[in-house]
């Protein structure tokens, strides 16, 4: 696949899974492959700190882990789309990250990569939705996403990031959220493909 699709809510039907279901419409629009995740029926553990990676970097908890990583690491493009938790998040989304510390060790201990001299060879589009108007709103997702993006060689290519949705139909009063969603899966859909 070009493209791997991430769903990091909770809710199946909500609003960063409308946003992102029309990302992937405009990204398969632009005639990008897309393979579509949903983490909340994905059977990852939390990290245990156990540092079982440190000997070749590959994680010893045996769960669904392993096929997601590998799916992200196949494709040359990563949207994943996460509601705001407590100023960052999803915990669906936070496993999935802790669980790459083992790819940040293979990376920087075990590859002893200097920080800052890799050329990134993926690209990320991050939707986030949260519910107040606060300024700072998605400060922490975004730098928790940066890094998450780094072990996988991969900078962030845009975001679409939307205020005062809670509930879970509300991004369908904002037709123009919408049409922005599949309107950026289109451009980054061919990005994508032009880096092929």
């Known amino acids: 696949m070009d493209i791997v699709a991430v769903y990091g809510s909770p809710r199946r039907e ?5 946003l992102l279901k029309k990302a992937v419409a405009g990204a398969r629009d632009a005639g990008a492959g ?3 995740i949903v983490l909340r029926d994905c059977r990852i553990s939390p990290c245990l700190e156990i540092y079982g ?3 070749n970097g590959e994680c010893v ?3 669904d882990f392993q096929q997601v990583r590998d799916r992200i690491l196949s494709a040359r493009g990563l949207m994943i789309a996460t509601p705001i938790f407590f100023y960052t998040v999803s915990a669906h989304v936070k496993m999935l990250m802790d669980r790459c510390q083992s790819l940040w060790v293979k990376k920087y ?3 002893e990569v200097a920080y800052g001299t890799w050329t990134p060879v993926r690209k990320g589009l991050v939707i986030s ?4 108007r606060g300024k700072k709103l998605f400060d922490g997702m975004l730098l928790s996403m940066q890094y998450f993006f780094d072990v996988f ?5 845009d975001t679409l990031l939307y205020r005062q949705l809670d509930l879970a139909d509300d991004v369908l009063k904002h037709p123009a959220y919408l049409e922005e969603a ?3 899966g289109r451009a980054f859909g061919r990005a994508v493909m032009d880096d092929r």
Request: aromatic residues 10%; charged residues 30%; contains cysteine.
């Open 182 to 184: 599949f309107e950026k």
């Open 14 to 18: 909500g609003n960063t899974a409308t």
């Open 53 to 55: 990676c440190k000997k």
């Open 109 to 111: 201990w075990i590859d």
């Open 129 to 132: 939705v949260g519910a107040t």
């Open 34 to 36: 897309v393979d579509e």
């Open 61 to 63: 908890i045996s769960d």
């Open 153 to 157: 060689d991969m900078s962030v290519w």
